[in-house]
């Protein structure tokens, strides 16, 4: 075959390859995601809202919760059924419990702020108390409030992520 005719010639495309991109590329979204949801929920328990804080032991579940899949997810290495199983396998009614807190803990911390604002308040509470807080607060990236209603958007991104993610395993990429 002459040289110049060489250039010419196109790679043959494989779709599995393409298929295969696209399931990869959607798992390591969702591997990446949880890992970062797993992170800001850490910081959330350690900013530590307080036992009076309605949001307080749903958070810790979700903690839990999301501790144990990440590691399922992990565990996966890349494989369809394991990771698919990681999900079947976790119990998503803690959910439940901390959206029906959510507008709760908004009210809790708007008295919590009000209360705070007030010169008696401030006097009675410990410095190394407040200065704990404002540490552990500087892990926060976002508002306490977006921080808050990370959990209620993430619930609802899950069916849009497992649908892509059986689209690319099905051939049919969203």
Not at 28 to 45: G, K, M, N, W
Request: glycine share 2%; net charge negative.
């Amino acid at each position: 075959m002459p040289s110049d005719q060489r250039h010419q010639l196109q790679p043959v495309q494989d779709e599995s390859v393409e298929l295969n991109s696209e399931l990869d590329s959607v798992m390591q979204e969702i591997l990446f995601t949880e890992r970062s949801y797993v992170a800001d929920l850490s910081s959330l328990v350690m900013a530590d809202l307080g036992r009076d804080c309605p949001l307080r032991n749903p958070l810790l579940r979700l903690q839990k919760l999301h501790t144990g899949l990440l590691a399922a997810l992990e565990a996966a290495d890349g494989q369809l059924d394991p990771l698919c199983q990681a999900f079947l396998d976790c119990d998503f009614r803690v959910y439940a419990e901390y959206c029906a807190s959510f507008p709760g803990a908004l009210e809790w911390l708007r008295q919590v702020r009000v209360a705070s604002e007030s010169p008696r308040l401030q006097r009675r509470q410990n410095q190394q108390q407040l200065q704990h807080q404002a540490l552990l607060m500087l892990h926060l990236r976002l508002p306490l409030e977006a921080h808050l209603l990370q959990p209620v958007q993430r619930i609802a991104r899950y069916p849009l992520l497992l649908r892509r993610l059986a689209a690319a395993a099905d051939g049919n990429p969203a």
